[in-house]
C-alpha cells in the first residue's frame, strides 16, 4: 500500500522538476516558475514574462508597462526599469546604478527621475529635480501667460501707434499714426497741421499760395494769401498799385504808371509814358535848340523861326546820343557847353532831364567847329560827368567840334 504512494511524490516530484528546472541566462543560478518574484523577464524561465514583480505567462509588448519575453532594460526601459539602486548594464539590471547630474540619459533615467540628465515634455521644465509646467518667457516669440505688451513688447503686440523699442511700447514719428504724446508740434508728419500751413521739414509752415493767410503770412510777405490794402492789387507776389485809377499805389511811379503819378516838369504823360512836350515853354527831356527852340531858345546872335534857329554864320546840327546806366535811382541832370562862343543848352538856369535806364538824344544847332562839350550831374550821389553840369571840369574825350554829325560819350554809368 505504501509503494504507489510513494510512486506517486515521485512522479509528482519529476513532474515539477520538468517544467521548472531551467538555467538563467548567465547560467549561475536556477530562472525562476510562474508567480515567482522577478526583476526583470531574464529573472523567469523561457516563455514567462516579468509582470508586476512575478514571473507570469503572456506575450511580451514594449510600452505596454509589463516587462515580458525578450524585453530587457535597455531594449525596452519604459517596459523594463532598474530598481532603485540598480542600472541597466548588457540588458541586465545589476547593482550600482546611475548618476543623476552627469549630463547624460542613461538607460533606467527618465524625465521624471533625473530632469537634469533628461528632458522634460514640452510646455515643462527642469525645476528642482522633477518637470513642472514652464512659465512664459518673455523673447521667446509667444504672448502667454500674464505676459502683456507693457512687460514684454517682444511677444505681445503694441497698440496701433506704437512700436516696440528697446523693450517697451513707445510712439514712432512717421508711421502715419497721430498717438501717444505726439501733435502738431512734435510730429506734423503723423498729426499733420492747422489750415494753412503744411508739414515742411518737421515743422509746421504756412504755404503761400494755398489761398490761406496763416501762420506768419502778411500782405507783405504772401499777398497770394492774404490780400493787399484797397487801391493796391497783388501783382508778381507784391502788393501794387492798379496803374489807371487815379492813385499812384505802392510800386507805382511816374516810370511804370504816370497816368497815377504823373511827370516832372517839363514831362507829360504821353501813350503811358512820361515825354517832352515842344512848346509848353519848357526845355526838358530831349528838347534842343536844334529841334524845339520855342522851348530851349537859341544860339546867342540868332532867332527862333518856326522852331529853328537861324542867322550870325554857318550853323551845323551836332546830334548827341547819351544813356543813363547810373542805375543808382536818382536821374542825371545835363548841360551842353558851347566853349568856343560860351554858351549852354538848355539854358543858364535849366537843365535836361536823363532818368536811370533811359537813352535821349539832342540835337544841338551851334556854329560850325565851335567846341561843345557835354557836362552833368546827381546831386544827390555827388557824382558828375564830363565838364560838370557847371562847366568848369575838364574833359577832352566829351567834347566834339560842331557839325551836321552824331556823336556819344558812351552809356554814363555811377563809376
Known amino acids: 500500500m505504501r509503494f504507489p504512494k510513494l510512486l506517486r511524490l515521485s512522479s509528482l516530484w519529476l513532474s515539477l522538476v520538468a517544467l521548472g528546472a531551467c538555467a538563467k541566462v548567465d547560467s549561475s543560478s536556477m530562472c525562476s516558475l510562474t508567480a515567482a518574484p522577478c526583476q526583470a523577464a531574464a529573472d523567469c524561465c523561457k516563455g514567462l514574462a516579468c509582470k508586476g514583480g512575478t514571473c507570469q505567462d503572456g506575450p511580451a509588448m514594449c510600452g ?31 547593482p550600482g546604478g546611475s548618476k543623476c547630474g552627469n549630463m547624460a540619459c542613461d538607460p533606467g533615467e527618465t524625465s521624471a527621475t533625473c530632469c537634469v540628465d533628461c528632458p522634460c515634455p514640452m510646455g515643462q521644465a527642469c525645476k528642482g529635480a522633477s518637470c513642472a509646467k514652464e512659465e512664459p518667457k518673455c523673447g521667446d516669440g509667444k504672448c502667454e501667460g500674464n505676459e502683456t505688451a507693457m512687460s514684454c513688447c517682444g511677444d505681445c503686440a503694441c497698440e496701433k501707434g506704437f512700436t516696440c523699442q528697446n523693450g517697451a511700447c513707445e510712439t514712432f514719428c512717421g508711421d502715419k499714426e497721430c498717438a501717444g504724446t505726439e501733435d502738431q508740434a512734435s510730429c506734423c508728419k503723423d498729426c499733420g497741421c492747422a489750415m494753412g500751413l503744411s508739414c515742411q521739414m518737421d515743422t509746421c509752415t504756412a504755404s503761400c499760395g494755398d489761398g490761406v493767410c496763416a501762420g506768419g503770412e502778411t500782405m507783405a510777405g504772401c499777398c497770394l494769401d492774404c490780400g493787399c490794402p484797397n487801391g493796391q492789387a497783388c501783382k508778381n507776389g507784391m502788393c501794387a498799385g492798379t496803374c489807371g485809377d487815379g492813385v499812384c499805389g505802392m510800386g507805382e511811379t511816374m516810370g511804370n504808371c504816370c497816368k497815377d503819378c504823373g511827370c516832372m516838369n517839363g514831362y507829360s504823360c504821353q501813350n503811358g509814358a512820361c515825354a517832352t512836350m515842344c512848346g509848353d515853354k519848357i526845355c526838358a527831356g530831349a528838347e534842343t535848340m536844334g529841334n524845339c527852340c520855342g522851348d530851349c531858345g537859341c544860339a546867342m546872335g540868332q532867332t527862333c523861326t518856326n522852331n529853328v534857329c537861324g542867322g550870325g554864320g554857318a550853323m551845323s546840327v551836332l546830334t548827341w546820343k547819351v544813356v543813363n546806366q547810373c542805375l543808382n535811382g536818382e536821374d542825371i541832370r545835363l548841360k551842353f557847353w558851347d566853349k568856343t562862343a560860351n554858351l549852354v ?6 537843365h535836361y532831364v536823363l532818368m536811370p535806364g533811359a537813352t535821349a538824344t539832342y540835337k544841338l544847332q551851334c556854329k560850325t567847329n565851335d567846341l561843345v562839350c557835354l557836362g552833368g550831374r546827381q546831386t544827390v550821389h555827388q557824382l558828375f560827368w564830363g565838364v560838370d553840369w557847371d562847366g568848369t571840369q575838364f574833359c577832352q574825350s566829351c567834347c566834339f567840334k560842331c557839325a551836321t554829325a552824331d556823336v556819344s560819350i558812351g552809356p554814363l554809368t555811377c563809376k
Not at 78 to 91: R, W
Open 345 to 350: 543848352w538848355p539854358g543858364a538856369n535849366t
Open 64 to 94: 505596454d508597462k509589463i516587462c515580458a519575453g525578450s524585453e530587457t532594460c535597455d531594449g525596452c526601459p519604459g517596459d523594463c526599469p532598474c530598481a532603485q539602486g540598480f542600472a541597466c548594464k548588457a540588458g541586465m539590471c545589476a
